[in-house]
Nanobody, 129 residues
Framework: QVQLVESGGGSVQAGGSLRLSCAAS????????LGWFRQVPGKEREGVAV????????KYADSVKGRFTISQDNAENTVYLQMNSLKPEDTATYYC??????????????????????WGQGTQVTVSS
């Protein structure tokens, strides 16, 4: 059973930085992708970034390219989301999620929420202007 636990959320002023962590257990790194999503009340959950933990390939939403970086620590089975130059519109609950990704094939549909099997509990990020 895969378990995902997010941490690192908080409140920050615009222009600041935060690093989110997603600790994975029961997780086959070579066969899965791990994505970060965010959601605000009344809106659909949107994909922010994803990493194929078997090989390190990544994808990003256009809204965060150049500001956010997804990375992994294989020894710790943890995936990070480094968020720089934060904007008020980045305010949301951030979730990590895992999906099957053999040979990185799952990256093509990384934005599709329904393709993810496991979700963390979420962590709140608030950016004030």
């Amino acid at each position: 059973q895969v378990q995902l636990v997010e941490s690192g959320g908080g409140s920050v002023q615009a222009g600041g930085s935060l690093r989110l962590s997603c600790a994975a257990s029961g997780y086959d790194r070579s066969q899965n992708c791990l994505g970060w999503f965010r959601q605000v009340p009344g809106k659909e959950r949107e994909g922010v970034a994803v990493i194929w933990t078997g090989g390190g390939s990544t994808k990003y939403a256009d809204s965060v390219k150049g500001r956010f970086t997804i990375s992994q620590d294989n020894a710790e089975n943890t995936v990070y989301l480094q968020m720089n130059s934060l904007k008020p519109e980045d305010t949301a609950t951030y979730y990590c999620a895992a999906k099957p990704c053999p040979y990185s094939l799952g990256l093509a549909t990384w934005r599709s929420v329904h393709t993810y099997n496991y979700w963390g509990q979420g962590t709140q990020v608030t950016v004030s202007s």
